[in-house]
């Protein structure tokens, strides 16, 4: 069973920065495409920012410079450093998985409450 545990989500004053991470069980971790998406209220899911298992990256336009994805394959962890946080930041951010092994079925986590103040 893949499970995905996000941690790290808080509050936060804008320009500050946060940590999150998502623990990854179940999968075979490295040969996976990872991904953090948010959506904030009345709104839809976005990509915020996603990695591949050769460590390419990519980033929505509105976090690019600030937000830098990365992944400890030993742990199978991916993280999502974010600096220079926007009150428009603020949204619930999910992890994803993309399962190779599993004819590309996503896995999401259960999300973290990242807020932004002003």
């Known amino acids: 069973q893949v499970q995905l545990v996000e941690s790290g989500g808080g509050l936060v004053q804008a320009g500050g920065s946060l940590r999150l991470s998502c623990a990854v069980s179940?999968?075979?971790?490295?040969?996976?495409?990872m991904g953090w998406y948010r959506q904030a209220p009345g709104k839809q899911r976005e990509l915020v920012a996603r990695?591949?298992?050769?460590?390419?990256?990519n980033y929505a336009d509105s976090v690019k410079g600030r937000f830098t994805i990365s992944r400890d394959n030993a742990k199978n962890t991916v993280y999502l450093q974010m600096n220079s946080l926007k009150p428009e930041d603020t949204a619930v951010y999910y992890c994803?998985?993309?399962?190779?092994?599993?004819?590309?079925?996503?896995?999401w986590g259960q999300g973290t409450q990242v807020t932004v103040s002003s």
């Open positions: 179940g999968s075979d971790f490295k040969i996976n495409p």
């Open positions: 994803n998985l993309r399962a190779l092994e599993y004819g590309l079925r996503d896995y």
């Open positions: 990695i591949i298992s050769g460590g390419s990256t």
